[in-house]
């Protein structure tokens, strides 16, 4: 009885009216020695592959990134903890961790008898309490950096000589008899291991603000590429990963700078990361690929529910790409009216709040006052916080 009921399970899922064109059926769709296609048992190949790029991953951290970062003088022990106060405490909380205006830290600082700047500087460091260091983040990051600089490089390298990367209409002729070159098949496996261990890891990495929008994201992620493999649209996916791989090693890089300390490194890698972002994700993603997807799959897929599947799951992307952006430029509008970057809007604990008192973080709090180099205390006090409306 039970494999009956998992025989009609399996039959409503893969009804090839969900799927397949009305020109196609499963059956015809077998491999053979010259005409290689694709097969759903294929996608229990990302598993292994996502333990032993693990397992590379633990031995990259340990025995590379640690040691680089250390040549690097990256910070290895955590952010100082804050002096335990009960006023500052209480606002802490009302404020919900926000720094709050000039004028309620001038008032805090009545209360508690300190400074202006000595409650910002206990704000910072109550914020970053408990984060991971700079050296955890450095080692996490250069993982990152290092499969996505091979990804794209890689990724762009196999598909420079398909017809589909210049014409995107050949990603739907002969759909779905469309055969899968060994090194696409490669590209794809390797890419979807590499989110199936992003995922597995995620509740292990540092979590930001956008924890949960990358949940979604890896998820539609991997939905799309389950999917593009199953109804042999591997063409048209092939241009996603690679269009979503060609920006992320950039912002990677511009972490691994910063928590480095070459600030000039990182405002270019980040000036780099933003105009690739706009071009790749805010114009050639939705002019390129939704357009292909949307006006020239249909011709041959017909209006299938796979098609509205698809798309649905593509045009999820494409908002997470505007939320993300909107964040970006809200970095980048710091940047040109404060001269610096500001933090992350992903994630406080991108912030590095250094121990030396008389130090501000690279990217500083929103709030805190810049200050370029390490005067005495009393001149530091001299420098006016800034002041917020």
Known sequence: MAYDAWRDVSDWFWDENFWLPDNASWSQMKRNETTFYPDVSDLWVPFPLAAALFLLRILWERFVAFPVGRLAGVKETPPRKAVPNAVLEKAFHKHHRLLPSHFVIEALAKDVGWTSRQVERWWRRRRVEGKASAMTRFKETSWRFLFYVVAFWSGLYIIWDKPWLWDTRHCWYGHPFQHVSADIWWYYMLELGFYWSLVFSLFMDIKRKDFGITIVHHTATILLMVMSWSGNMVRIGSLVLCVHDAVDYLLEGAKLAHYSRFPSLCNLLFA?????????????????????????????????????????FLLTLQILHFIWFYMILKMVYGFIVKGHLEKDERSETEVETNSDDNKVSFEPPSGSSRVTNN???SARHRVKPSHRS
């Open 272 to 312: 780099l990361f933003t105009i690739i972002w706009l071009l790749s994700r805010i114009l050639f993603f939705p002019l390129w690929i939704l357009r292909s997807t949307l006006f020239e799959g249909h011709v041959i897929l017909g209006f299938k529910p796979i098609y509205y599947w698809y798309n649905g």
């Open 375 to 377: 005067n005495s205390n």
